[in-house]
Protein backbone atom coordinates (compact mmCIF):
# COMPACT_ATOMS: atom_id res chain seq x y z
CA UNK A 1 0.00 0.00 0.00
CA UNK A 2 1.31 3.60 -0.70
CA UNK A 3 0.94 6.39 1.34
CA UNK A 4 -2.42 7.51 3.05
CA UNK A 5 -2.92 10.06 -0.10
CA UNK A 6 -2.84 7.61 -2.44
CA UNK A 7 -5.86 5.51 -3.44
CA UNK A 8 -5.12 2.17 -4.47
CA UNK A 9 -7.59 0.19 -6.86
CA UNK A 10 -7.77 -3.31 -8.99
CA UNK A 11 -8.74 -2.34 -12.28
CA UNK A 12 -10.62 -4.94 -14.63
CA UNK A 13 -9.80 -4.10 -18.14
CA UNK A 14 -11.26 -5.17 -21.62
CA UNK A 15 -8.36 -5.80 -24.29
CA UNK A 16 -11.29 -5.22 -26.61
CA UNK A 17 -12.12 -1.67 -26.20
CA UNK A 18 -10.11 0.77 -28.56
CA UNK A 19 -8.54 3.25 -26.85
CA UNK A 20 -6.24 4.33 -24.17
CA UNK A 21 -5.99 1.53 -20.77
CA UNK A 22 -7.86 4.55 -18.40
CA UNK A 23 -10.38 3.68 -21.44
CA UNK A 24 -10.37 0.46 -21.08
CA UNK A 25 -11.08 0.11 -17.59
CA UNK A 26 -14.86 -1.66 -16.85
CA UNK A 27 -14.81 -2.03 -13.15
CA UNK A 28 -12.65 -0.95 -10.50
CA UNK A 29 -11.93 -1.70 -7.12
CA UNK A 30 -11.16 0.37 -3.76
CA UNK A 31 -8.72 -1.41 -2.08
CA UNK A 32 -9.46 0.25 1.43
CA UNK A 33 -12.54 2.33 0.60
CA UNK A 34 -12.94 6.09 1.07
CA UNK A 35 -15.36 8.44 0.54
CA UNK A 36 -15.99 10.60 -1.78
CA UNK A 37 -14.88 7.60 -4.47
CA UNK A 38 -16.81 7.40 -7.68
CA UNK A 39 -18.92 4.09 -6.65
CA UNK A 40 -20.97 3.57 -3.15
CA UNK A 41 -19.21 1.45 -0.66
CA UNK A 42 -22.18 -1.04 -1.41
CA UNK A 43 -21.25 -1.23 -5.12
CA UNK A 44 -17.50 -1.07 -4.61
CA UNK A 45 -18.00 -4.26 -3.07
CA UNK A 46 -20.26 -5.86 -4.98
CA UNK A 47 -17.15 -4.76 -7.60
CA UNK A 48 -14.97 -7.28 -6.01
CA UNK A 49 -17.37 -10.28 -7.13
CA UNK A 50 -16.23 -9.46 -10.72
CA UNK A 51 -12.67 -9.90 -10.49
CA UNK A 52 -13.24 -13.76 -10.00
CA UNK A 53 -12.10 -16.45 -13.02
CA UNK A 54 -15.90 -17.60 -12.54
CA UNK A 55 -17.44 -14.37 -13.54
CA UNK A 56 -14.77 -13.17 -16.64
CA UNK A 57 -14.14 -16.74 -17.90
CA UNK A 58 -17.26 -18.92 -17.09
CA UNK A 59 -20.49 -16.72 -16.35
CA UNK A 60 -19.27 -14.16 -18.55
CA UNK A 61 -20.70 -11.20 -16.72
CA UNK A 62 -18.23 -8.81 -16.72
CA UNK A 63 -18.55 -8.62 -20.63
CA UNK A 64 -21.88 -6.78 -19.83
CA UNK A 65 -19.84 -3.73 -17.66
CA UNK A 66 -18.02 -3.86 -20.75
CA UNK A 67 -20.63 -3.17 -23.14
CA UNK A 68 -21.42 -0.11 -20.92
CA UNK A 69 -18.39 1.48 -21.00
CA UNK A 70 -18.53 1.04 -25.01
CA UNK A 71 -21.42 2.95 -24.48
CA UNK A 72 -20.35 5.70 -22.99
CA UNK A 73 -17.53 6.13 -24.60
CA UNK A 74 -19.43 6.36 -27.91
CA UNK A 75 -22.22 8.90 -26.48
CA UNK A 76 -19.30 10.66 -24.42
CA UNK A 77 -20.74 10.48 -21.32
CA UNK A 78 -18.00 10.73 -18.71
CA UNK A 79 -17.81 9.82 -15.21
CA UNK A 80 -17.85 13.42 -13.88
CA UNK A 81 -21.43 14.37 -16.32
CA UNK A 82 -24.34 14.35 -13.53
CA UNK A 83 -26.47 11.86 -14.94
CA UNK A 84 -23.78 9.61 -15.43
CA UNK A 85 -23.87 7.63 -11.62
CA UNK A 86 -28.15 7.43 -12.56
CA UNK A 87 -27.31 5.28 -15.93
CA UNK A 88 -23.81 3.38 -14.00
CA UNK A 89 -25.95 2.49 -11.22
CA UNK A 90 -29.26 1.36 -13.48
CA UNK A 91 -27.23 -0.63 -15.62
CA UNK A 92 -24.89 -1.86 -13.01
CA UNK A 93 -27.84 -3.44 -10.88
CA UNK A 94 -29.30 -5.09 -13.97
CA UNK A 95 -26.23 -6.79 -14.77
CA UNK A 96 -25.93 -7.51 -11.10
CA UNK A 97 -29.24 -9.06 -11.06
CA UNK A 98 -28.99 -10.83 -14.31
CA UNK A 99 -25.61 -12.59 -12.80
CA UNK A 100 -27.01 -13.13 -9.57
CA UNK A 101 -30.30 -15.27 -11.23
CA UNK A 102 -28.26 -16.71 -14.56
CA UNK A 103 -25.75 -19.56 -14.73
CA UNK A 104 -24.39 -18.07 -18.04
CA UNK A 105 -24.45 -14.30 -19.10
CA UNK A 106 -24.93 -14.27 -22.75
CA UNK A 107 -26.54 -11.20 -24.84
CA UNK A 108 -29.35 -13.51 -24.87
CA UNK A 109 -30.33 -12.16 -21.56
CA UNK A 110 -30.39 -8.44 -22.63
CA UNK A 111 -33.90 -8.47 -23.28
CA UNK A 112 -37.47 -6.91 -22.35
CA UNK A 113 -38.38 -10.00 -20.42
CA UNK A 114 -35.31 -9.87 -18.18
CA UNK A 115 -35.85 -6.06 -17.75
CA UNK A 116 -39.46 -6.87 -16.78
CA UNK A 117 -38.38 -9.71 -14.27
CA UNK A 118 -35.70 -7.39 -13.13
CA UNK A 119 -38.02 -4.69 -12.47
CA UNK A 120 -40.67 -6.94 -10.92
CA UNK A 121 -38.11 -7.76 -8.30
CA UNK A 122 -36.98 -4.36 -7.50
CA UNK A 123 -40.47 -2.97 -6.85
CA UNK A 124 -41.35 -5.99 -4.62
CA UNK A 125 -38.11 -5.13 -2.41
CA UNK A 126 -38.68 -1.28 -2.31
CA UNK A 127 -40.91 1.50 -2.81
CA UNK A 128 -39.95 3.59 -5.46
CA UNK A 129 -41.55 6.66 -7.04
CA UNK A 130 -42.89 5.94 -10.92
CA UNK A 131 -40.45 8.24 -12.60
CA UNK A 132 -37.78 6.54 -10.44
CA UNK A 133 -38.43 3.47 -12.40
CA UNK A 134 -39.14 5.24 -15.32
CA UNK A 135 -35.79 6.46 -15.65
CA UNK A 136 -34.31 3.53 -14.54
CA UNK A 137 -35.96 1.77 -17.41
CA UNK A 138 -34.98 4.21 -20.01
CA UNK A 139 -31.69 4.16 -19.19
CA UNK A 140 -31.15 0.66 -19.74
CA UNK A 141 -32.71 0.66 -22.57
CA UNK A 142 -30.65 3.08 -24.34
CA UNK A 143 -27.67 0.77 -23.35
CA UNK A 144 -29.39 -2.18 -25.35
CA UNK A 145 -30.72 0.22 -27.87
CA UNK A 146 -27.04 1.09 -28.36
CA UNK A 147 -25.49 -2.78 -28.51
CA UNK A 148 -28.73 -3.56 -31.27
CA UNK A 149 -27.58 -0.64 -33.14
CA UNK A 150 -23.87 -1.57 -33.16
CA UNK A 151 -24.98 -4.98 -34.11
CA UNK A 152 -23.64 -6.60 -30.12
CA UNK A 153 -27.15 -8.09 -29.93
CA UNK A 154 -29.03 -9.57 -33.28
CA UNK A 155 -32.43 -8.33 -31.89
CA UNK A 156 -34.53 -5.51 -32.71
CA UNK A 157 -36.41 -4.69 -29.31
CA UNK A 158 -34.97 -1.71 -28.57
CA UNK A 159 -35.91 -0.14 -31.77
CA UNK A 160 -38.24 2.23 -29.95
CA UNK A 161 -38.09 3.30 -26.28
CA UNK A 162 -39.84 0.67 -24.05
Do not use: W
Not at 101 to 110: H, M, Q
Amino acid sequence: MGNNNELESLYLLNKSINGKSEERVIIEFLLEYKSGFKYSKKQNDINLRYFSYDRIFKKKSTKYFAYFREYTIKNRIHSNDISFKQYQSANFNFFDYLDSNERICDESLLNPTRITGYFQDIVSKKQYAKSSLVNKCNYIASTLKYLEDCGKLQTKHFVNDI
